[in-house]
C-alpha cells in the first residue's frame, strides 16, 4: 500500500532527467510544472496560483503562501529565469501561468490534474 502522506523527492539526477523528457513529450506545460517546482521547491498549490507577471522580468518570486499564510520571496535562478522567459514570451502577462487545456487557458489546472 502507497501511504500517500509521506512524499519522496526523486534525488537521483538520472531519475529527475528521464521525468523531464516524458513530461516534454506529453506537453511543454507539464514539463515547465515540474522544472518550476524543482527549481523553486514551492507547494504545488502556491505554484498553480502563479499569473505570468509574477514570474516573468523578476529575479524573485513573491507570495503568500497558502498552507502556512507566511510571506516568501523565492529567487529565481538564472536558468529557470532562461526557461520562465521562453515559456512565457507569447503570453498575456494577466494569464494563469498554467493554463487548463479544457477551459481553454480561462483557468489554472488543478492540483489533481497535476
Known sequence: MI???????????????????ALLKRSKRDW??????????????DILKLKVNDVQNRTHIS??????????????????KRIIDD???????EATL???YRTRGETAICRVQV
Do not use: C, H, W
Open 32 to 45: 515547465f510544472i515540474f522544472v518550476f517546482g524543482i527549481n523553486t521547491g514551492l507547494r504545488i498549490g
Open 3 to 21: 501511504d500517500m502522506q509521506f512524499v519522496q523527492p526523486i534525488r537521483d539526477p538520472q531519475k529527475i532527467e528521464e521525468m523531464k523528457q
Open 63 to 80: 507570495l503568500i503562501e497558502g498552507k502556512t499564510k507566511k510571506k516568501k520571496r523565492v529567487p529565481i535562478n538564472a536558468d529557470l
Open 98 to 100: 498554467f493554463p487548463s
Open 87 to 93: 515559456y512565457t514570451k507569447v503570453m498575456d502577462p
